[in-house]
């Protein structure tokens, strides 16, 4: 078994308003169909195991980018989505937080008996992977929310999270069934986030000798450090600054979107009609959709598609959600039908970006393309859970040279 990854984030608080989570919903079945529908179950489950790429997704549908509840958030919305599709689909999302989390094993042997998978060896994996990074890897964080994803083939990916109460962070944990080998001695790919200093793992190659004692009823209780291979740590902090983001990634997509004529790209022909600023956010879903796992490493970057629901780095613009998730769901209902021009479109934005940053240079005015995307917040619907955002007093016109 190897876990792919885990990630710390400062706890948030609140609930996601419904304009927002209606919207999720629809994108994030929208992006899961894609990806099925280009590279099948077991690369979107691949996918879901990348705490980047997680929080990428998490990030693009206009979640805080940093926060601890992209997790519960993200996953409930899949499930809500997904799971009324799941059998057409093939992949079901099992769990929760909180009390649904314990309702796994049971929705686990449900599954199981309508599709022929091992509901005893599912809800196995389900408990042991919930075990070892509660109890046989004690680092400080008690698992409040388990979800388990699997496909009809019988591959799964389980996301969890833990909460620290004394460090106000929350940690998430990735695990994927691509290479089991066993429960007991080096799970994990990673475990990762600060260090906490020693900690106690059973489950570490050199506590061999320890877990044998144990099953010996000493009293030996040996620690070992787990080897921080993987690195997600989020500040605590909500702004979002220049650090955060790879600015040439960025600047290339923002100068594709709205410096040039999207007519010069005969690939995007079927894209006329969409607007500069939606073509943006196009571009960073086609990026998570189609991306390889290199271009995942400054997930906030992906908040320039839909801002984040906080107001930072600026308020959701809804007119902009609703037109990507609408041209995204006709290029995925075309693509079923055989029709998959406008499907292609979509993937080229993620190319035609690649291609730019080979060749382009970005400036500093990281800050000023900030306050033109919060300028222009109310031309696009923009909200955030203090309300809807407002025209600014003194109309500025910002000629930002960042792409």
Same mark, same amino acid.
Request: proline share 5%.
């Given at each position: 078994?190897?876990?792919?990854?885990?990630?710390?984030?400062?706890?948030?608080?609140?609930?996601?308003?419904?304009?927002?989570?209606?919207?999720?919903?629809?994108?994030?079945?929208?992006?899961?169909?894609?990806?099925?529908?280009?590279?099948?179950?077991?690369?979107?489950?691949?996918?879901?195991?990348?705490?980047?790429?997680?929080?990428?997704?998490?990030?693009?549908?206009?979640?805080?980018?940093?926060?601890?509840?992209?997790?519960?958030?993200?996953?409930?919305?899949?499930?809500?989505?997904?799971?009324?599709?799941?059998?057409?689909?093939?992949?079901?999302?099992?769990?929760?937080?909180?009390?649904?989390?314990?309702?796994?094993?049971?929705?686990?042997?449900?599954?199981?008996?309508?599709?022929?998978?091992?509901?005893?060896?599912?809800?196995?994996?389900?408990?042991?992977?919930?075990?070892?990074?509660?109890?046989?890897?004690?680092?400080?964080?008690?698992?409040?929310?388990?979800?388990?994803?699997?496909?009809?083939?019988?591959?799964?990916?389980?996301?969890?999270?833990?909460?620290?109460?004394?460090?106000?962070?929350?940690?998430?944990?990735?695990?994927?069934?691509?290479?089991?080998?066993?429960?007991?001695?080096?799970?994990?790919? @990673? %475990?990762?986030? /600060?260090?906490? +200093?020693?900690?106690?793992?059973?489950? &570490?190659?050199? =506590?061999?000798?320890?877990?044998? *004692?144990?099953?010996?009823?000493?009293?030996?209780?040996?620690?070992?450090?787990?080897?921080?291979?993987?690195?997600?740590?989020?500040?605590?902090?909500?702004?979002?600054?220049?650090?955060?983001?790879?600015?040439?990634?960025?600047?290339?997509?923002?100068?594709?979107?709205?410096?040039?004529?999207?007519?010069?790209?005969?690939?995007?022909?079927?894209?006329?009609?969409?607007?500069?600023?939606?073509?943006?956010?196009?571009?960073?879903?086609?990026?998570?959709?189609?991306?390889?796992?290199?271009?995942?490493?400054?997930?906030?970057?992906?908040?320039?598609?839909?801002?984040?629901?906080?107001?930072?780095?600026?308020?959701?613009?809804?007119?902009?959600?609703?037109?990507?998730?609408?041209?995204?769901?006709? @290029? %995925?209902?075309? /693509?079923?039908? +055989?029709?998959?021009?406008?499907?292609? &479109?979509?993937? =080229?934005?993620?190319?035609?970006? *690649?291609?730019?940053?080979?060749?382009?240079?970005?400036?500093?005015?990281?800050?000023?393309?900030?306050?033109?995307?919060?300028?222009?917040?109310?031309?696009?619907?923009?909200?955030?859970?203090?309300?809807?955002?407002?025209?600014?007093?003194?109309?500025?016109?910002?000629?930002?040279?960042?792409?």
């Amino acid at each position: 078994m190897q876990q792919a990854g885990s990630a710390d984030l400062p706890l948030h608080y609140g609930v996601v308003p419904p304009w927002l989570a209606e919207r999720m919903a629809k994108l994030g079945l929208a992006v899961t169909e894609s990806v099925l529908a280009e590279y099948g179950a077991k690369a979107m489950l691949e996918r879901l195991s990348d705490p980047f790429w997680f929080q990428s997704l998490g990030a693009v549908m206009g979640m805080d980018w940093h926060s601890s509840g992209i997790t519960t958030s993200v996953l409930g919305a899949l499930k809500k989505a997904v799971n009324p599709h799941a059998k057409a689909l093939g992949l079901y999302i099992c769990g929760g937080k909180g009390r649904f989390s314990k309702e796994t094993p049971a929705e686990l042997i449900r599954l199981a008996e309508q599709t022929g998978l091992d509901g005893t060896h599912l809800v196995r994996c389900s408990k042991l992977s919930a075990k070892v990074d509660n109890t046989a890897v004690q680092d400080g964080f008690k698992l409040y929310t388990h979800n388990f994803i699997v496909s009809i083939a019988g591959d799964w990916t389980v996301i969890q999270q833990g909460m620290n109460d004394a460090s106000g962070m929350a940690r998430r944990y990735h695990w994927h069934s691509g290479s089991l080998q066993n429960f007991v001695e080096e799970p994990h790919t @990673a %475990v990762c986030g /600060a260090n906490q +200093g020693p900690i106690l793992n059973v489950t &570490a190659v050199e =506590a061999a000798g320890a877990r044998r *004692a144990m099953l010996a009823i000493t009293q030996e209780k040996p620690g070992w450090m787990i080897p921080e291979i993987q690195r997600l740590l989020m500040p605590r902090r909500h702004e979002l600054q220049a650090e955060d983001v790879d600015l040439k990634r960025l600047g290339s997509i923002l100068w594709m979107a709205h410096e040039h004529n999207l007519g010069g790209f005969e690939e995007l022909l079927l894209l006329k009609g969409v607007g500069p600023r939606t073509v943006q956010s196009l571009a960073l879903v086609s990026e998570v959709i189609h991306g390889t796992p290199s271009r995942f490493k400054d997930p906030a970057r992906f908040a320039f598609a839909h801002g984040g629901k906080d107001g930072h780095p600026f308020p959701v613009p809804i007119k902009v959600y609703d037109e990507t998730i609408s041209t995204l769901q006709i @290029a %995925v209902q075309k /693509a079923k039908l +055989g029709q998959t021009e406008k499907h292609q &479109a979509i993937k =080229a934005l993620h190319t035609l970006a *690649a291609k730019a940053e080979k060749n382009f240079i970005p400036n500093e005015q990281f800050e000023e393309l900030i306050e033109k995307e919060r300028a222009d917040a109310w031309k696009y619907g923009g909200k955030t859970v203090y309300g809807d955002a407002k025209a600014p007093s003194k109309s500025k016109c910002l000629q930002l040279r960042l792409f």
